[in-house]
């Protein structure tokens, strides 16, 4: 059974950092194209970074770059998500991608004061 489960979201001030984990299991993690998205109230779902199965090569959207940072753990299947300098801009729901097929279940961060 395929799963992929985010975690780290939260409530966090504009400038504070959050890091997001996502917990695959049910396929092989390595062979995937990883990616995060996210999906703001009434906008469409964004994707926010991408990395590649066996490397560290990685790409962002341009309202996150320099403050995003995408990594991946192949051993331990995680895939994470280190938010710097946060912004109200940022609050969505962030959900985690097997690409071309698998989906998290979303986790929720808010920036605010």
């Known amino acids: 059974q395929v799963q992929l489960v985010e975690s780290g979201g939260g409530l966090v001030q504009p400038g504070g950092s959050l890091r997001l984990s996502c917990a695959a299991s049910g396929f092989t993690f390595r062979q995937y194209v990883m990616r995060w998205y996210r999906q703001a109230p009434g906008k469409e779902r964004e994707l926010v970074a991408t990395i590649l199965g066996g490397s560290t090569r990685a790409t962002y959207a341009d309202s996150v770059k320099g403050r995003f940072t995408i990594s991946r753990d192949n051993r331990e299947n995680t895939l994470y998500l280190q938010m710097n300098d946060l912004k109200p801009e940022d609050t969505a729901v962030y959900y985690c991608?097997?690409?071309?097929?698998?989906w998290g279940q979303g986790t929720q961060v808010t920036v605010s004061s």
């Open positions: 991608y097997a690409f071309p097929r698998f």
